[in-house]
């Protein structure tokens, strides 16, 4: 049975626009073409389709996903080479995820969790935070954040934990305002993330270009988001999108196209 591209396009989940990319780049040639031009889809295409998004949703970039289905013709052996990829990919996140409820426990004063577990789970995500900085925004900017591991190597887990409560309490509060529709651009907001800001700048020399940068992180990085989730599911684009307004509107920051801002970091 052949299908059209919008009828592709709303079972996949992906938009029309997709589907003419993949074909423009050679991933995903339609089936055939009519003669009013219009793209049909038939099992073999919807069949690559899904192993494209299942390569897509770990991260594989589109050129790689081209040559891997292209040296792998057999159907059943690539999905279960795509399975195993899963699995690897959800250990991985386990392992994190674990990392993370722990560090968060610990940071909100748990007893349960001893003061090995907090500091290996706070170790390990200061690596990750260390390696996303890196990658994306570049060396100098994860070697600042090595300064600020270095200023707080003395800290006790109270120490930790008194710095936790204290940005739980604004996370509170920035919470209750969304709630009520403040906006994230608005004045009441700016005092808000001007506390967040003051407290970024008490742990990391923040420029204003690498803390409107920030904004993507505090969405992106796991370990950033889940905290911020768990005070309010709804905040983390909210204080993002305040970090990135105040960036511009108090910092002087002249927002650029994504690649210049990561260049310039």
């Given at each position: 049975?052949?299908?059209?591209?919008?009828?592709?396009?709303?079972?996949?989940?992906?938009?029309?626009?997709t589907?003419?990319?993949?074909?423009?780049?050679?991933?995903?040639?339609?089936g055939?073409?009519?003669?009013?031009?219009?793209?049909?889809?038939?099992r073999?295409?919807?069949?690559?389709?899904?192993?494209?998004?299942?390569?897509?949703?770990?991260?594989?970039?589109?050129?790689?996903?081209?040559?891997?289905?292209?040296?792998?013709?057999?159907?059943?052996s690539?999905?279960?080479?795509?399975?195993?990829?899963?699995?690897?990919?959800?250990?991985?996140?386990?392992?994190?995820?674990?990392?993370i409820?722990?560090?968060?426990?610990?940071?909100?004063?748990?007893?349960?969790?001893?003061?090995?577990?907090f500091?290996?789970?706070?170790?390990?995500?200061?690596?990750?935070?260390?390696e996303?900085?890196?990658?994306?925004?570049?060396?100098?900017?994860?070697?600042?954040?090595?300064?600020?591991?270095?200023?707080?190597?003395?800290?006790?887990?109270?120490?930790?934990?008194?710095?936790?409560d204290?940005?739980?309490?604004?996370?509170?509060r920035?919470?209750?305002?969304?709630?009520?529709?403040?906006?994230?651009?608005?004045?009441?907001?700016?005092?808000?993330?001007?506390?967040?800001?003051?407290g970024?700048?008490?742990?990391?020399?923040?420029?204003?270009?690498?803390?409107?940068?920030?904004?993507?992180?505090?969405?992106?990085?796991a370990?950033?988001?889940?905290?911020?989730?768990?005070?309010?599911?709804?905040l983390?684009?909210?204080?993002?999108?305040?970090?990135?307004?105040?960036?511009?509107?108090?910092l002087?920051?002249?927002?650029n196209?994504?690649?210049?801002?990561?260049?310039s970091?």
């Open positions: 049975m052949e299908r059209t591209v919008s009828e592709v396009a709303r079972l996949a989940g992906v938009s029309v626009r589907l003419r990319h993949y074909d423009a780049i050679g991933l995903l040639p339609p055939r073409v009519a003669t009013n031009g219009y793209r049909y889809y038939g073999p295409e919807l069949l690559r389709l899904q192993r494209i998004l299942l390569l897509r949703e770990l991260d594989v970039p589109l050129p790689s996903i081209a040559r891997i289905l292209d040296e792998q013709d057999d159907e059943v690539a999905l279960h080479g795509h399975r195993e990829q899963l699995l690897q990919e959800r250990r991985r996140l386990d392992v994190m995820l674990g990392s409820e722990r560090t968060i426990a610990g940071l909100s004063g748990d007893d349960t969790v001893t003061d090995d577990e500091f290996s789970g706070l170790s390990q995500a200061r690596t990750r935070l260390r996303d900085l890196a990658e994306r925004f570049g060396e100098a900017v994860a070697e600042g954040f090595d300064k600020a591991v270095r200023e707080t190597d003395g800290w006790t887990r109270e120490d930790y934990e008194r710095m936790g204290e940005g739980r309490r604004l996370l509170l920035m919470a209750a305002a969304r709630d009520r529709g403040v906006q994230p651009d608005s004045p009441e907001a700016f005092e808000l993330i001007e506390q967040h800001h003051q970024v700048l008490e742990l990391w020399p923040a420029t204003p270009t690498s803390y409107y940068a920030l904004g993507d992180l505090l969405v992106e990085n370990d950033q988001r889940a905290i911020i989730e768990l005070v309010d599911r709804d983390p684009e909210w204080l993002a999108a305040g970090v990135r307004a105040y960036a511009v509107q108090r002087g920051y002249q927002q196209d994504e690649q210049t801002v990561r260049r970091v």
